[in-house]
């Protein structure tokens, strides 16, 4: 039986031909579930989230592809899997030591994202998008790799992480200021956003606004300084929260609200080892280099006045890898003529009450390794040692090598992922298991040294 399609569908899917939205992408590094007010923050106050929240749609199960900064980045850029883009396990620059790798990229590599992939830019670009980037890069700082060659037509910021040296602002391929003055950095890229907004308010444009905070070292401008009840970490997250509510009142200043979609999440789940400095997650499980939930279920809103409903919330399955589809359907653009693991999320954003998940499954890769596999409220958590929750070797349990078995978790019931109930439904993690072997086949899978049937190659390496 064919279903009628609403008047009211045909007209927006009319206006965004005639005059396709603005968006702007907002992604903080290391920011966890639980820091920002309306997903549980406690001794953080977030009051232009929060409000950003009650007028638009907040995400409680949205995903990053992966649990650190390169791979996550390159899955936001491309629609895809880490490993389907070569991002997940880095070779050695270095001759003395070509045995060393890394699962992200250091100021010592000459390898990035490759050209030949498109990004989310390239993809607006094309539709006529106005397009640049501000902030952290962290997908190849060569001049080949940066993002004035990956479809934006403007850069500030710093090309990797602020923890690695040098640490040089750079604009476009230039460099400004080397080391860069890092207190002032969040206000330093809020003005730039604002100005980009306020010379593009006439024709659709697309903003990517990368934070470096809050990735340690933290810094923090004097007047938000000893300000938040959540100590210094607290005031970066205060004024980032602050730096969200003036790109939004330059928006409603400006009168485009309506034309445009923001987007604010994180790269991966917060930093635990670094103590008062790294965030929180509960009551998700772990952090930062984990695929357990508190390492990759991000906070997740998604703002847009007179489109997506105000005050509303979805637990459907999302992350990432949607984005790219998402933002090429509502601009009206086409997608890239290459497989993507990411699903168009449109319905979902428009319309969060009646709309599901797109995806059957989704999976948790770390580096190469695939780790855990989601389907509904099940999520199968593959055998691992008990240092894997602990990545960065600090506060270890009393047996770190010892081996935890494969488990199974009812979200729905267990999001701190505490109870395996995988022995009361062994069908279950048949069904979960079988989705995975078919994930590996295809993207390969380093924990069963499963070869990658489809991945495409890292730029500046040799394809084999």
């Given at each position: 039986?064919?279903?009628?399609?609403p008047?009211i569908f045909?007209?927006?899917?009319?206006a965004?031909?005639?005059?396709?939205?603005?968006?702007?992408?907002?992604?903080?590094?290391?920011q966890?579930?639980?820091?920002?007010?309306?997903?549980?923050?406690e001794?953080?106050?977030?009051?232009r989230?929060?409000?950003?929240?009650?007028?638009?749609?907040?995400l409680?199960?949205?995903?990053?592809?992966?649990?650190?900064?390169?791979?996550s980045?390159?899955?936001?850029m491309?629609?895809?899997?880490?490993p389907?883009?070569?991002?997940?396990?880095?070779?050695?620059?270095?001759?003395?030591?070509?045995?060393?790798?890394?699962?992200?990229l250091?100021?010592?590599?000459?390898?990035?994202?490759?050209?030949?992939?498109v990004?989310?830019a390239?993809?607006?670009?094309?539709r006529?998008?106005?397009?640049?980037?501000?902030?952290?890069?962290?997908?190849g700082?060569?001049?080949?790799?940066?993002?004035?060659?990956?479809?934006?037509?403007?850069?500030?910021?710093?090309?990797?992480?602020?923890?690695?040296?040098?640490?040089?602002?750079?604009?476009?391929?230039?460099?400004?200021?080397?080391?860069?003055?890092q207190d002032?950095?969040?206000?330093r890229?809020?003005?730039?956003?604002?100005e980009?907004?306020?010379?593009?308010?006439?024709?659709?444009?697309?903003?990517?606004?990368a934070?470096?905070m809050?990735?340690?070292?933290?810094?923090?401008?004097?007047?938000?300084?000893?300000?938040?009840a959540?100590?210094?970490?607290?005031?970066?997250?205060?004024?980032?929260?602050?730096?969200?509510?003036?790109?939004?009142?330059?928006?409603?200043?400006?009168?485009i609200e309506?034309?445009?979609?923001?987007?604010?999440?994180?790269?991966?789940?917060?930093?635990?080892?670094?103590?008062?400095?790294?965030?929180?997650?509960?009551?998700?499980?772990a952090?930062k280099?984990?695929?357990?939930?508190g390492?990759?279920?991000?906070?997740?809103?998604?703002?847009?006045?007179?489109?997506?409903?105000?005050?509303?919330?979805?637990?459907?399955?999302?992350?990432?890898?949607?984005?790219?589809?998402?933002?090429?359907?509502?601009?009206?653009?086409?997608l890239?003529?290459?497989?993507?693991?990411?699903?168009?999320?449109?319905?979902?954003?428009?319309?969060?009450?009646?709309a599901?998940?797109?995806?059957?499954?989704?999976?948790y890769?770390?580096g190469l390794?695939?780790?855990?596999?989601?389907?509904g409220?099940?999520?199968?958590?593959?055998?691992?040692?008990?240092?894997?929750?602990y990545?960065?070797?600090?506060?270890?349990?009393?047996?770190?090598d010892?081996?935890v078995?494969?488990?199974l978790y009812?979200?729905?019931?267990d999001?701190g992922?505490?109870?395996?109930?995988s022995?009361?439904?062994?069908?279950?993690?048949?069904?979960?298991?079988?989705m995975?072997?078919?994930?590996?086949e295809?993207l390969?899978?380093?924990?069963?040294?499963?070869?990658c049937?489809?991945?495409?190659?890292?730029?500046?390496?040799?394809?084999?």
């Open positions: 039986m064919m279903r009628l399609i008047l045909l007209l927006r899917a009319t965004f031909a005639e005059r396709p939205p603005n968006i702007i992408m907002i992604f903080t590094d290391d966890g579930y639980a820091d920002v007010g309306c997903f549980g923050a001794n953080i106050k977030t009051p989230l929060d409000a950003m929240a009650a007028e638009g749609l907040r409680t199960s949205f995903y990053s592809a992966s649990p650190i900064c390169s791979p980045r390159a899955a936001l491309t629609g895809c899997y880490p389907r883009v070569g991002m997940g396990l880095y070779p050695s620059s270095s001759q003395k030591r070509p045995e060393l790798t890394a699962q992200v250091f100021p010592y590599h000459t390898v990035g994202l490759n050209r030949d992939e990004t989310m390239e993809v607006l670009k094309a006529g998008y106005a397009t640049a980037c501000i902030g952290k890069w962290h997908l700082h060569q001049p080949e790799f940066l993002p004035t060659e990956q479809g934006f037509d403007s850069y500030l910021g710093i090309p990797y992480s602020n923890d690695m040296v040098p640490t040089p602002l750079l604009r476009d391929k230039e460099t400004i200021e080397e080391p860069v003055d002032p950095l969040t206000e890229y809020t003005a730039a956003a604002i980009f907004i306020e010379s593009q308010k006439d024709a659709p444009f697309f903003l990517y606004l934070h470096a809050p990735h340690v070292p933290l810094h923090v401008s004097d007047r938000f300084r000893d300000k938040s959540g100590g210094f970490y607290g005031d970066v997250i205060e004024m980032l929260d602050w730096s969200t509510g003036e790109i939004l009142d330059t928006i409603k200043r400006l009168g309506q034309d445009t979609l923001v987007v604010f999440t994180s790269d991966n789940g917060p930093w635990l080892s670094q103590g008062e400095h790294g965030g929180h997650a509960k009551p998700l499980r952090g280099g984990t695929t357990y939930e390492g990759m279920r991000e906070p997740c809103i998604a703002w847009w006045p007179g489109h997506i409903p105000a005050g509303t919330a979805t637990d459907a399955v999302a992350g990432t890898i949607d984005l790219l589809p998402t933002f090429a359907a509502l601009a009206g653009a086409t890239p003529d290459r497989t993507l693991d990411g699903r168009d999320l449109s319905n979902l954003l428009l319309h969060p009450d009646a599901e998940t797109p995806h059957e499954a989704y999976y890769f770390k390794g695939l780790e855990a596999v989601r389907s409220d099940w999520k199968l958590v593959f055998k691992r040692q008990q240092w894997e929750e990545p960065y070797r600090r506060n270890l349990p009393p047996e770190p010892a081996w078995e494969t488990a009812d979200l729905s019931a999001i992922e505490a109870t395996d109930v022995a009361a439904h062994p069908e279950v993690v048949a069904r979960l298991e079988a995975a072997q078919g994930m590996r295809d390969g899978d380093s924990r069963t040294e499963t070869v049937a489809n991945c495409r190659p890292l730029g500046g390496t040799t394809p084999e």
